[in-house]
């Protein structure tokens, strides 16, 4: 029987704007094996879950359960848990790192302040200081949620472990399985899909350089997904990559079209007609269903540079 992923790839679905939503990503290291609903369904204590779930919500902050590629059987609970927080806003976009001796700290965090771009609670909570080392790679490989998570997100995490490329993590969702392997790249919160190690590394390079790799990119997190396809449109217009060059400035009309403006540091913006179609035809969405589906796709139908007025006199 074919895998969701396996089927997606060969009907050749798109996969910009499909990244997932958040502004501010904070990343707690939790060993051991998860569950599909990792925060309450893991090592970590289940009522701590439930607690960050409701502290998060509105916020625009989305908590993930992280740790070290390799297997998974219960070491027991590390003495000192690695925390990170990110936020993706382009021209404020931060990554700042800390050690939790007890998890419950996270909830003296100010996420209101956090999803804002605000760190200074967490590094009043945590101790925390910008991360000097390089970008984070997390991979997606909780198999309880989706098994191509699983039989493809290790491999790779494993791989890339191998090669010592720095900062790799396994992570607990990133969502959309079907374009497993799924990554998510921090501080810039760029997402990528059916990814292979080779291409992660050309990733990281960019970051590294603070450029996007538009070439297997689902969007960024900083974006809903009608501004996530908009962006890479324009990316690929007029061969901006420079991370911090473009924003989305606003968003109107509803699905199934919107128009997004895009606006570039320089001044410059962008009218971007975005409509949501249907991919054909209908496919299993997740292997954990026989249902098939016919998932939502942002098609970008036209890119307009917008002119400035001159000014009279």
Not at 78 to 97: E, K
Not at 194 to 201: I, L, P, S, T
Request: aromatic fraction near 4%; charge should be neutral; include cysteine.
């Amino acid at each position: 029987m074919s895998t969701c992923s396996t089927v997606s790839q060969e009907l050749d679905e798109p996969i910009a704007g499909t990244a997932a939503t958040a502004r501010t990503w904070l990343l707690l290291e939790q060993p051991g094996p998860w569950g599909a609903r990792a925060l309450t369904s893991s090592h970590l204590n289940p009522a701590l879950g439930r607690a960050l779930e409701a502290a998060a919500k509105g916020t625009g902050v989305r908590i993930a359960l992280i740790r070290r590629p390799g297997r998974h059987a219960d070491c027991g609970t590390p003495a000192a848990r690695q925390v990170y927080a990110a936020h993706t806003d382009p021209g404020n976009a931060w990554l700042h790192s800390a050690t939790a001796d007890d998890p419950r700290a996270l909830l003296d965090l100010d996420f209101a302040a956090l999803g804002r771009g605000e760190h200074q609670s967490f590094d009043a909570a945590l101790g925390a200081r910008p991360h000097t080392g390089g970008p984070l790679a997390l991979v997606c490989t909780n198999g309880k949620r989706d098994r191509c998570c699983a039989l493809l997100g290790r491999p790779l995490a494993a791989e890339l472990a191998a090669s010592e490329v720095e900062g790799v993590w396994e992570v607990t969702h990133l969502g959309g399985h079907r374009f497993s392997p799924t990554l998510l790249v921090l501080p810039y919160g760029y997402a990528y899909g059916r990814a292979e190690a080779h291409a992660v590394k050309e990733v990281l390079h960019g970051v590294r350089e603070g450029r996007v790799v538009v070439e297997g990119c689902r969007g960024s997190s900083a974006w809903e997904r009608p501004g996530q396809a908009a962006e890479l449109a324009v990316r690929t217009t007029v061969g901006e990559y420079a991370a911090d060059a473009l924003r989305v400035e606003a968003t109107s009309g509803s699905a199934p079209r919107w128009q997004v403006t895009v606006a570039h540091a320089d001044g410059r913006r962008w009218s971007v007609e975005v409509a949501q179609g249907a991919s054909l035809p209908p496919r299993p969405e997740s292997c954990g269903t026989s249902i098939l589906g016919s998932p939502a796709r942002m098609e970008v139908r036209a890119v307009h540079e917008l002119r400035a007025t001159a000014l009279a006199g």
